[in-house]
């Protein structure tokens, strides 16, 4: 991760690709959204859904991992390049989190981020707080998730 | 669930309580979450957070978990008394999402649900959109996390 100071509004990522097996979609379902469209092809065909689609939260959770898996390779590549990398700190949380289509079993995502806002933290000259879009679309481009998430990043000067 | 039109704003609902083990955090967090302080003791215990805690999606599943658990049981309750259940379409998404303090290992939360709005859908007649707070006490009842979501609930005049 970059410091504070050299990150930029409007920077963007392409933070990876996730397939949603049939599998993985129920057994995500069983835990944590157990209603029968995410578990049950039978019954997801009976559904407003038409097939087996996705628990929301599994979307969600899909994305938090492509984005430790992207700061954990960007924090390799600046260490190879001889440079540091910055920490980060928690999340206070995030607004406007829309599902905006299903997600089908058998749909692979791209997810991605843009940095929209930063600013400083009068409490803690530590840290800043970065504003990013996470978004994603699916395999025919339409996008299907979105929210905007707040995180705290090391500064440079703190 | 009942009716879109007998939901009345300000009523709420106790959802359930979750456990969250060593266990069940680690095996969150090597799918979904892979961060040091969520997959092993030592290194949280070298993080600010100074002890293991969970992914904040983590928090955010069990919610969705504790949310169907208390639907269904709902609408058993409803059956046994004669009564028809109304369905629940989808969530088009929620907002302030706020992780207000860690949840550690072994931490045992308490979700609640609240009525914050409803309104009628002029293009959906046969549903009806009711705005809920969902929140989470640990067992020192000390607020760990809240979201405002929405839903499409079946109209009974639908």
């Known amino acids: 991760m970059k410091f504070f100071e050299d990150i930029e509004i409007g920077e963007s990522a392409t933070l990876g690709k996730h397939h949603f097996s049939a599998a993985d979609i129920k057994r995500f379902a069983v835990r944590f959204d157990p209603q029968p469209f995410h578990m049950d092809e039978e019954a997801a065909k009976q559904s407003h859904f038409g097939s087996l689609v996705a628990s929301g939260w599994h979307t969600a959770a899909a994305c938090m991992r492509l984005m430790i898996d992207h700061q954990n390779a960007e924090a390799a590549r600046m260490k190879t390049a001889g440079q540091t990398s910055a920490r980060t700190g928690v999340s206070p949380g995030f607004k406007n989190l829309k599902w905006i289509k299903p997600v089908y079993a058998n749909d692979t995502l791209i997810y991605r981020s843009e940095v929209i806002?930063?600013?400083?933290?009068?409490?803690?000259?530590?840290?800043?707080?970065?504003?990013?879009?996470?978004?994603?679309?699916?395999?025919?481009?339409?996008?299907?998730?979105?929210?905007?998430?707040?995180?705290?990043?090391?500064?440079?000067?703190?």
Do not use: C, D, I, T
Request: aromatic letters at 14%.
């Open 117 to 158: 806002g930063k600013r400083e933290v009068a409490s803690r000259p530590e840290w800043g707080l970065v504003f990013s879009k996470f978004s994603a679309v699916n395999q025919k481009n339409e996008p299907v998730y979105e929210f905007e998430g707040a995180l705290f990043v090391e500064r440079r000067s703190g």
